[in-house]
T-cell receptor
Framework: AQSVTQPDIHITVSEGASLELRCNYS??????LFWYVQSPGQGLQLLLK??????LVQGIKGFEAEFKRSQSSFNLRKPSVHWSDAAEYFC??????????????FGKGTHLIIQP | DAGVIQSPRHEVTEMGQEVTLRCKPI?????LFWYRQTMMRGLELLIY????????DSGMPEDRFSAKMPNASFSTLKIQPSEPRDSAVYFC????????????FGPGTRLTVT
């Protein structure tokens, strides 16, 4: 069964500092990987996704993530965080469409706190 | 586009009552997903539909839960009878295509069962 691990429940970063959120996955085939962000009381918004090709993917709001198959990781990065980045971040894995695997498996999330 | 619409946004009910959550997906999307979010278990897929047909309901916790999609623009998730452990935020999401395609999430329904 597929699974996603986000080892950090909370992370505190100073505004303007760089950020890296960790994500490790377990999946038997070629994974589709996603990062979503959830602001308080809101639904989830897609930041970026990987399914093939270049292992470094760019997303919205200045985020990027790197897929490392050898490490089963898909870490999210941002060079300089803004106070508005404070939110809950979820890594998710999905599978090939048509195989009954279209739903996503999410990690438990990382709560990002931005210090002024 | 209005996005995915869920109603109600908040629901408080007593144990044993029937609860119905509603979802209107984005027009033209052919996949619809129901997720549940709790502190203990995080975000879990309950069930999803493709072209109004349920594809995978293995995440539905028990027979008290049922979901329907009578047409392309409407889906319901019903809990009967409800229990306190059903308290959670329930999200509906839709996508155009499955697999790698982006799922667009609604704002969620916060359910409290007392």
């Amino acid at each position: 069964a597929q699974s996603v691990t986000q080892p950090d429940i909370h992370i505190t970063v100073s505004e303007g500092a760089s950020l890296e959120l960790r994500c490790n996955y377990s999946y038997g085939a070629t994974p589709y990987l996603f990062w979503y962000v959830q602001s308080p009381g809101q639904g989830l918004q897609l930041l970026l996704k990987y399914f093939s090709g270049d292992t470094l993917v760019q997303g919205i709001k200045g985020f990027e993530a790197e897929f490392k198959r050898s490490q089963s990781s898909f870490n999210l990065r941002k060079p300089s965080v803004h106070w508005s980045d404070a939110a809950e971040y979820f890594c998710a894995v999905g599978g090939d469409s048509g195989g009954g695997a279209d739903g996503l498996t999410f990690g438990k999330g990382t709560h990002l706190i931005i210090q002024p | 586009d209005a996005g995915v619409i869920q109603s109600p946004r908040h629901e408080v009910t007593e144990m044993g009552q029937e609860v119905t959550l509603r979802c209107k997906p984005i027009s033209g999307h052919d996949y619809l997903f129901w997720y549940r979010q709790t502190m203990m278990r995080g975000l879990e897929l309950l069930i999803y539909f493709n072209n109004n047909v349920p594809i995978d309901d293995s995440g539905m916790p028990e027979d008290r839960f049922s979901a329907k999609m009578p047409n392309a623009s409407f889906s319901t998730l019903k809990i009967q009878p409800s229990e306190p452990r059903d308290s959670a935020v329930y999200f509906c999401a839709s996508s155009l295509g499955g697999g790698v395609h982006e799922q667009y999430f609604g704002p969620g329904t916060r359910l409290t069962v007392t």
